[in-house]
């Protein structure tokens, strides 16, 4: 009988694109994939380390997923088990502690640990190296939209982020190789590809030629099959002219850019190391919305950063509601050892961080709303993804800016490109009338 193995994956679209990797690569060795719910030979847990809750949950899940198997080879990997590779190893319910690079070998190791009659107790070398893995995809469980991961690593060190210690320097991928992996995602059927990083604004410095993300953006939207090419969270000194320049000739790249401010103080962007001031980041939005009127531009934004007095919150509150954001991702300041800020005097009280976080969840509720409302009366392009909840009429998918949009339509309209007519707004998604396929 052949093994089974479950994976579960915390955290980024990064870590996401990861584990699918190597759940290719364990299937190619003869393993069945099972739901994490269920009972397996082999369970691989994807970890992260961007907050304390992160690093909680992640040990709170290695304890609860022994227990669906006691004789179970239970693997870790990911920025969690990099940056704390000792904490994990004393969990005696580990078998495998990896990190966040070398991952093509992991398959192997975990093949010889099932083989193996007795328990083990592997830890991977956790330096790193200036290259990528070799580890690519042909699918994705989505289908209609995957992932494609570009590079790796961050050289920036913000004062307050523990992930250029988890993930290590900048390394990019070869382009041609960024290119096939595409290519071989549409002969899949895909129609969307999104194309991530730790940093993608520096993608191609290491490479000989130094090829940027505009290059890379172009060779894909020369493949036939892909209809869109959307980006994951950048950088803002990404939108340098190069960029505008790809985002007005290429048609296929979405209007949807997600770029993390985390301050609208300046006093506090140069205590947090980030490179810009506020109104540069103005003028970064700016400049996206010459090019592309209807962009939808997100961020995230941090509450409670070492110092940050109410006149800086206030300060983030205004500029927030300024650039008139799509959506927002806010979280509180969690101390991470071995950073800058963790030293940092004036650390914020807990119970101000929280009410803190309500005031601008507030603020993004009233902001995500007001953005699908200029939706309203509008014709757009929906991705169609699946079914939505218990009406098989209802349909749910996404508008090249990443508005979630729902309608009736009765045939199957999986991975189809329809127009829409968005009739109704709500704060977290649009409902629309269907008018015809376009594809």
Not at 412 to 437: K, Q, W
Request: proline share 4%; hydrophobic share 35%.
């Amino acid at each position: 009988m052949g093994y089974t193995f479950a994976v579960l994956s915390l955290g980024c679209k990064v870590n996401q694109y990861e584990i699918q990797a190597l759940c290719e690569e364990l299937a190619k060795r003869g393993l069945t994939q099972v739901p994490f719910d269920q009972p397996a030979d082999s369970y691989i847990v994807n970890t992260c380390t961007v907050t304390g809750m992160s690093d909680r949950k992640s040990r709170q899940m290695l304890r609860r997923t022994k227990k669906l198997n006691p004789k179970s080879v239970l693997t870790v990997m990911g920025c969690y088990s990099q940056l704390s590779p000792d904490a994990v190893a004393a969990m005696e319910e580990t078998n495998i502690v990896w990190g966040t690079r070398h991952r093509e070998k992991l398959p192997d190791v975990i093949m010889d640990a099932l083989g193996s009659n007795t328990p083990v107790k592997i830890r991977s070398d956790m330096t790193f190296e200036r290259k990528i893995d070799p580890i690519n995809i042909s699918y994705m469980s989505e289908r209609c939209r995957s992932y494609i991961k570009i590079e790796d690593g961050c050289n920036r060190y913000c004062t307050y982020c523990a992930i250029p210690y988890a993930r290590g320097p900048v390394c990019s991928r070869n382009p041609q190789e960024i290119v096939d992996e595409a290519k071989r995602l549409a002969k899949d059927g895909c129609r969307e590809v999104v194309l991530i990083g730790i940093n993608l604004g520096v993608y191609g410095r290491d490479l000989e030629g130094k090829p940027t993300i505009s290059h890379v953006i172009k060779e894909i939207a020369e493949i036939p099959e892909i209809a869109r090419i959307r980006i994951g969270s950048m950088e803002p000194d990404m939108v340098n002219e190069e960029f505008l320049e790809c985002l007005a000739t290429t048609p296929k790249m979405c209007s949807h850019f997600h770029m993390a401010l985390q301050s609208g103080c300046d006093n506090q962007l140069r205590d947090m190391h980030r490179r810009y001031t506020c109104q540069e980041f103005d003028e970064y939005c700016q400049n996206l919305r010459n090019v592309r009127p209807d962009a939808a531009i997100c961020t995230d934004i941090m509450v409670g950063f070492p110092g940050e007095t109410d006149a800086d919150f206030e300060s983030t509150m205004g500029f927030v509601e300024k650039i008139d954001f799509a959506q927002m991702h806010v979280f509180k300041y969690s101390r991470r050892p071995g950073t800058k800020a963790d030293k940092m005097p004036n650390q914020v009280d807990e119970e101000l961080k929280n009410s803190r976080s309500e005031a601008l969840i507030s603020l993004e509720n009233k902001l995500s709303l007001k953005f699908n409302e200029t939706l309203v009366g509008k014709t757009m392009e929906v991705l169609v993804e699946r079914k939505c909840g218990q009406d098989e009429n209802l349909w749910e998918g996404h508008t090249d800016n990443y508005v979630t949009v729902r309608f009736c339509g009765g045939e199957n309209l999986s991975n189809t490109l329809v127009n829409v007519n968005v009739t109704r707004a709500e704060t977290d998604c649009v409902y629309g009338t269907i008018e015809i396929a376009t594809v």
